[in-house]
């Protein structure tokens, strides 16, 4: 596991939007609707937090194990969305 610092790129923003029931990723030509799993991994996207303290943290709140991968998956998809800077 990488010991990246991802961080919502500029020009995001992440919010709950009750209209929707659902945490949507907000940029200036609109709006992405997050899926629970990715709302959650977004939501630590904060700068602070490493991969490794990511995962730790879900695996925590959520009493799993084994999100590592899933979780790096997702940060390569939204690196490639440019919804994250690292």
């Keep these: 596991m990488s010991a990246v610092v991802p961080r919502l790129a500029r020009g995001l923003r992440l919010q709950f939007e009750p209209a929707q029931q659902a945490w949507v990723l907000l940029y200036p030509e609109g709006m992405v609707k997050l899926n629970t799993p990715a709302a ?14 990511i995962v730790a943290d879900l695996e925590s ?26």
Aim: glycine letters at 4%.
């Design 61 to 86: 709140e959520f009493a799993a194990t084994g999100l590592a991968a899933d979780v790096e998956e997702f940060l390569a998809l939204a690196r490639q969305q440019k919804w994250i800077e690292s």
């Design 40 to 53: 959650e991994i977004l939501r630590r996207c904060d700068g602070q937090r490493d991969t490794t303290a």
